[in-house]
């Protein structure tokens, strides 16, 4: 089962503006992490965030935690062609021990040069 | 390249056929984990072993799925009697292990067709 839901399932911008992409988890959790996904390729690994965590940066990217609404969000700053990609949200339980990564079902972000 | 690497990346079979990927990890990870990705799905954890030792199973890996990571480096993932429905993206990740539930670094991938 997939823990975390991202929304909206698709965006399309232009090149310059920026994309914002949300993502809903049902329990508590130690971290989330976002993932980029080029057509067919593996996943690549954005940002980690704890949940004591409230806002994380990494160059263009801006990651936000709200654990009391149990959401988070990606956002891309100044979006380029190279950006476009799906993007998914990966939660992990609180509930311990091994517990892997659960992953959403993505954002599919189009930016048109 | 000393990022995760899996063979083959494309593998076509008929239904009933036995098939084997091999995934090849970070040399200095501990752990590694299998996923299933079907279209405009995320990945779908499968398995997880920490050196060599199996740690975890999902419900998704029925009786003709088999893991295997004998020296705790490379592991191969075999599914037998191949079904339309196993039809996906294989991916393997890896991670470091020394802290848990930490960033996992994805190969990419094996797209296998059940004709």
């Known amino acids: 089962s997939q823990q975390g839901e991202e929304d909206p399932q698709a965006l399309s911008i232009q090149e310059g503006e920026n994309a914002t992409m949300n993502c809903s988890y049902k329990?508590?959790?130690?971290?989330l992490q976002w993932y980029r996904q080029n057509s067919g390729r593996g996943l690549v690994h954005l940002i980690l965030?704890?949940?004591?965590?409230r806002e994380k940066h990494s160059g263009r990217l801006r990651v936000t935690l709200d654990t009391s609404k149990k959401s988070s969000s990606l956002l891309i700053t100044a979006s380029r062609a190279a950006d476009t990609a799906s993007y998914f949200c990966?939660?992990?339980?609180?509930?311990?021990?091994?517990?892997?990564?659960?992953f959403g079902k993505g954002t599919r972000l189009s930016v048109i040069a | 390249d000393t990022g995760v690497s899996q063979n083959p990346r494309h593998k076509i079979t008929k239904r009933g056929q036995n098939v084997t990927f091999r995934c090849d990890p970070i040399?200095?990870?501990?752990?590694l984990y299998w996923y299933r990705q079907t279209l405009g799905q995320g990945p779908e954890f499968l398995t997880y072993?920490?050196?060599?030792?199996?740690?975890?199973k999902s419900r998704l890996l029925s009786d003709r799925f088999s893991a295997e990571r004998p020296k705790g480096s490379f592991s191969t993932l075999e599914i037998q009697r191949t079904e339309q429905g196993d039809s996906a993206m294989y991916l393997c990740?890896?991670?470091?292990?020394?802290?848990?539930?930490?960033?996992?670094?994805f190969g990419p991938g094996t797209r296998l067709l059940v004709l």
């Open positions: 990740a890896s991670s470091p292990g020394r802290v848990p539930r930490e960033t996992q670094y």
């Open positions: 329990t508590s959790i130690n971290n």
């Open positions: 965030i704890r949940s004591n965590e």
């Open positions: 990966a939660t992990d339980a609180v509930s311990g021990g091994n517990t892997p990564l659960v």
């Open positions: 040399s200095e990870h501990n752990r």
């Open positions: 072993f920490q050196n060599e030792a199996q740690l975890e």
